[in-house]
C-alpha cells in the first residue's frame, strides 16, 4: 500500500501526520506529504484512519 497527499487539494490542516507521525509530515509549504513510499507492516489501518480523516480527502492509500 501507497499512502499519497494530494498537494491540489490539501489545506494543510496537520490531521494525517498527527493521526499516523510514521506516514505523513508537513512541508515548507505548510501541506502535508507521504514520508515513506510504503505503508508500515501493521499500519495498514493507521493509514486509512488518516485518509478518511482528512477534511478534504486530499489523501489516498492504494
Known sequence: MKP?????????????????????DMNDDGKAYAIVDEVPAGEEDLAQEAAESCPV??????
Not at 499519497?4 to 505523513?24: E, K, R, T, Y
Not at 480527502?57 to 492504494?62: K, R
Request: proline share 7%; glycine share 8%.
Open 4 to 24: 499519497s497527499v494530494d498537494q491540489d487539494l490539501c489545506i494543510g490542516c496537520g490531521v494525517c501526520p498527527s493521526v499516523a507521525p510514521s506516514m505523513f
Open 57 to 62: 480527502a486530499a489523501i489516498t492509500v492504494e
